[in-house]
Nanobody, 121 residues
Framework: QVQLVESGGGLVQAGGSLRLSCAAS????????MGWFRQAPGKEREFVAR????????LYADSVKGRFTISRDNAKSTVYLQMNSLKPEDTAVYYC??????????????WGQGTQVTVSS
């Protein structure tokens, strides 16, 4: 089992920044690719960003490319999502997830409880 706990959400004005953190415990964090997803009210959960187990490769949704940065610290078993130039449409509950495939292929096995991000206009 891998337990994931997100933090860092909150209320921010448009154009502002937030950094989300996701602390992992349980099985070896460094073996897992990590992803961030989000779900806005009334919408399906969508992919935001992914980082491979080594941290050597990242992938972003087009909607956040150039504004968000995913990173990880394997020594701290933590993955981050730096969000800059936030827009009201970024408002959602953000979830981190762990994928036992180190390249992030296939399904994500473990999910956190989510953290709310609200961007005011």
């Amino acid at each position: 089992q891998v337990q994931l706990v997100e933090s860092g959400g909150g209320l921010v004005q448009a154009g502002g920044s937030l950094r989300l953190s996701c602390a992992a415990s349980g099985r070896t964090f460094r073996n897992y690719a990590m992803g961030w997803f989000r779900q806005a009210p009334g919408k399906e959960r969508e992919f935001v960003a992914r980082i491979t187990s080594s941290g050597g490769s990242t992938l972003y949704a087009d909607s956040v490319k150039g504004r968000f940065t995913i990173s990880r610290d394997n020594a701290k078993s933590t993955v981050y999502l730096q969000m800059n130039s936030l827009k009201p449409e970024d408002t959602a509950v953000y979830y981190c997830a762990a994928n036992s495939n180190g390249y992030g292929l296939g399904s994500y096995n473990y999910w956190g409880q989510g953290t709310q991000v609200t961007v005011s206009s």
